[in-house]
């Protein structure tokens, strides 16, 4: 057994994150005084909107510090409900809605209560990185479902329906997606419904974070909202992170059955207890507030997402699926390029820009960048990417 002997064999299979390795060393080059272009970055440049924030505060100075329902705030869980009814499309009661430390966790517990080891999850590639290694955390089994820049990531029912076996249990759908920023449209997630129709085995979990983030012209669609009959099997995982810039307040939910949700709840007051009581007023706030800011917000990553965008369709030999949502761009590498660490590990010691390797992602051919910086930023980095692929 690798490791230090008194590691789990749990802790010793856990894969630590590939992209930890690049943003160290770009941190270590920055402090070695090297002008480093970040593009690496996995969240909103902007500040919590100060509403929220006030609200806080507020809660704070009253008195708001101590233990809460291990569920959630009663007010936030219901504000929630009320969201993912009107907005989403999805009828959603109190009790079907728990409050996480971040989407992350929303997913973690789901995942401990649902899944049994030997299970198998069937994961549209490419994918967030942290669903294998989470679903790994639980015991199961990771079934990748590839797809291509080629295909535009569109997910092929067929090679879904051949990947189903008996142990499949669970389904994940992530729109808009990260990394590659697509959003699935309305036909594809009825092509998905109509197919899981005739297996009522599988659940799905439906991770829709970066909803509030969109092209013009683009519409989110909640999966539970397209087949209203799949939901007393389908999740939705959402949170405050990207569309409030609040990655900090480590601030989510998990919404689905209520019989899943009591059990995750169990498992939330025997790990974690309640989310931080006085950021869930933060919350409350965001969703009872204006969407301005959220607006205002999402329209500023739109025209840099553009600028990231033909930037990188410039550069010859790049194929990119246009992003229509989040904050990423995907783009592939050139035929013959390196893969896409030793690429990602180059650019940052030859040019120092810091990118994503698409290996993190489970497809190697690729790199993610984000429009989550300044336009001056992302034109220094398209810049820097392309004399790197011209030497490489
Ligand atoms: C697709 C996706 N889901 C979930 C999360 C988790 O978000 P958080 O735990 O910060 O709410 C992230 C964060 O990067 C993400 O990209």
């Not at 479902?145 to 879904?160: A, C, K, M």
């Amino acid at each position: 057994m690798a490791g230090p002997h008194y590691l789990s064999d749990r802790a010793i299979a856990l894969q630590p994150s590939l992209t930890l390795a690049i943003s160290a060393r770009a941190k270590a080059l920055q402090q070695e005084g090297r002008d480093i272009c970040s593009l690496s970055a996995g969240e909103p440049d902007f500040d919590t909107p100060g509403f929220i924030i006030d609200a806080a505060v507020h809660a704070l100075r009253k008195g708001m510090t101590r233990y809460g329902p291990a569920a959630g705030d009663p007010e936030l869980r219901e504000a929630i409900a009320l969201k993912l009814s009107k907005e989403n499309g999805v009828p959603t009661e109190t009790e079907q809605v728990l409050v996480t430390n971040g989407g992350k966790q929303a997913i973690f517990n789901l995942f401990q209560v649902i899944l049994n080891p030997g299970d198998e999850v069937l994961l549209p590639a490419p994918y967030w990185l942290s669903y294998p290694q989470m679903a790994h955390l639980a015991g199961a089994q990771v079934k990748l479902l590839p797809s291509t820049t080629e295909t535009g990531f569109y997910l092929d029912l067929n090679s879904l329906e051949a990947a189903i076996g008996p142990k499949t249990r669970l389904l994940l759908l992530n729109s808009p997606g990260n990394p590659t920023g697509r959003v699935m449209p309305y036909e594809e997630l009825e092509g998905v419904a109509e197919l899981l129709r005739d297996y009522p085995q599988i659940l799905v979990m439906s991770d829709e974070i970066y909803e509030l983030l969109l092209c013009d012209g683009q519409k989110h669609h909640s999966f539970s909202a397209v087949a209203p009959d799949l939901a007393d099997r389908t999740f939705i995982v959402n949170g405050f992170a990207k569309g409030w810039a609040m990655t900090g307040w480590r601030l989510g939910y998990l919404a689905g059955p209520a019989d899943a949700i009591k059990a995750a709840t169990a498992l939330q007051s025997q790990s974690t207890s309640n989310v931080c009581s006085f950021a869930q007023r933060g919350a409350l706030a965001a969703l009872q507030g204006s969407r301005q800011c959220v607006n205002t917000m999402a329209s500023s990553y739109s025209s840099r997402r553009e600028v990231l965008t033909n930037g990188l369709m410039a550069i010859e030999g790049v194929q990119l699926v246009a992003p229509q949502g989040a904050f990423y761009a995907f783009p592939q590498l050139p035929p013959g390029s390196l893969d896409s660490m030793s690429f990602c590990k180059q650019a940052l010691e030859n040019y120092g820009l810091a990118m994503v390797p698409g290996a993190a992602f489970g497809d190697d051919s690729c790199i993610r960048l984000t429009c989550a910086a300044s336009h001056e930023t992302i034109c220094d980095g398209l810049e820097r990417l392309s004399k790197a692929l011209k030497k490489t």
